[in-house]
């Protein structure tokens, strides 16, 4: 079969999104995610209610992706699905319904590794849009990971700089929760800080080894803070949410763009893009295209609905895969912990 024929449905399920989406050779048709707002007023994903939801929403978002893209399921050439990382109630729902499908409509199965989707995504046709030359870095920022990766090919990426405790997604997640903003809570901060003073408050810079990371530090620091000044001043977060936002915003960001700035001089690269739900945040957006002019890299950032999960990375790098004829196997069971 040649690269001009190729159809994939993909499905992604690894957390609290439920995406479907339809590829045909690179090009995107259809791009459908069923977002789960039940989460927000517990300030988090609760596991249990995300399997529920990805239950009660996997058939129609299929449909949905089927139908937006004009495609018989007949016409399909295989079928793909996130196979980890992720929570493993959530995955086994996407997991489960692509081997049926794959089984019923007798063709090929291809697994997708969550955090190797996210970079993928960079190769979506996009009405041409450049797409990055190997090698490059990418960084790549969620909810559960933070990670520096070198990209030599399609399949060969390497793992070079990793956070040692929370993600930074969650050093977003966290303190929003702590100024009682609901869940997710990292769009919000990007909001309210566009707004504020980004030298306002001071917040420690973490000292890490290598291109490692680490956010609890800053998020425990960050929480001793709004203690701190609520108790002074009980109005404190209100009064004072724009400067908040944007100098705890001005403290993630230049810590995640410091230790991409020293890797990318350290290896000589610069071709560096950006992934992850976090690479939505406009603040870092801006600030790694004011880097990129300074250190003479070309960039390459997302679109916004490629940046948080979505079924459409997942499509792209099946697509990669079905030249490779890289198939899996109905009896590969889904992984909550999964490298690449
Ligand atoms: O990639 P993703 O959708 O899911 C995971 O694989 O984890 O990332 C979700 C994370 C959440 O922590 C969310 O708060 C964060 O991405 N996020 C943002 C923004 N949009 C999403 N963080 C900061 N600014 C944003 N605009
Ligand atoms: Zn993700």
């Not at 991409?260 to 950006?274: E, F, H």
Request: hydrophobic share 40%; glycine share 6%; aromatic share 10%.
């Amino acid at each position: 079969m040649s690269d001009e024929t190729i159809t994939i449905l993909a499905i992604e399920s690894s957390c609290d999104d439920t995406g479907a989406a339809v590829i045909h050779n690179r090009k995107i048709l259809a791009n459908i995610i069923a977002r789960q707002e039940i989460h927000e007023k517990y300030g988090g994903v609760v596991p249990e209610l995300a399997s529920r939801a990805h239950q009660q929403n996997i058939i129609p978002t299929v449909d949905v992706a089927l139908k937006t893209a004009g495609i018989a399921k007949e016409n399909l050439d295989a079928i793909a699905y996130t196979r980890g990382p992720g929570l493993m109630g959530s995955l086994l729902v996407g997991g489960t319904f692509a081997k049926a499908l794959s089984l019923a409509l007798n063709i090929p199965l291809i697994e997708v590794n969550h955090m190797h989707g996210h970079i993928m995504a960079h190769f979506i046709d996009d009405n041409g849009k450049k797409t990055p030359e190997f090698p490059f870095i990418c960084l790549t920022v969620s909810g559960g990971h933070t990670q520096l990766v070198l990209c030599k090919s399609y399949f060969e990426m390497e793992i070079i700089g990793d956070t040692n405790d929370d993600a930074a997604g969650e050093a977003f997640d966290k303190a929003a929760k702590i100024l009682e903003l609901p869940y997710p809570g990292g769009p919000l901060i990007d909001k309210y800080g566009k707004d504020g003073d980004i030298h306002k408050f001071q917040f420690p810079k973490p000292q890490i080894a290598d291109y490692n990371y680490s956010f609890s530090g800053l998020k425990t620091s960050f929480l001793y803070f709004i203690e701190k000044n609520k108790k002074a001043n009980p109005n404190f977060i209100t009064e004072n949410l724009n400067d908040i936002c944007a100098s705890y915003q001005h403290a993630i960001v230049s810590f995640l763009l410091n230790k991409l700035k020293k890797a990318a001089n350290d290896l000589g690269i610069k071709q560096i893009a950006i992934a992850g739900g976090v690479s939505a945040n406009s603040y870092l957006r801006n600030e790694l295209s004011l880097l990129a002019q300074k250190e003479n890299w070309e960039v390459y950032i997302p679109k916004f609905e490629y940046c948080t999960d979505n079924a459409a990375m997942i499509a792209i790098t099946a697509h990669y895969k079905f030249i490779n004829k890289d198939f899996s196997n109905q009896k590969n069971a889904s992984l909550a912990r999964m490298s690449f």
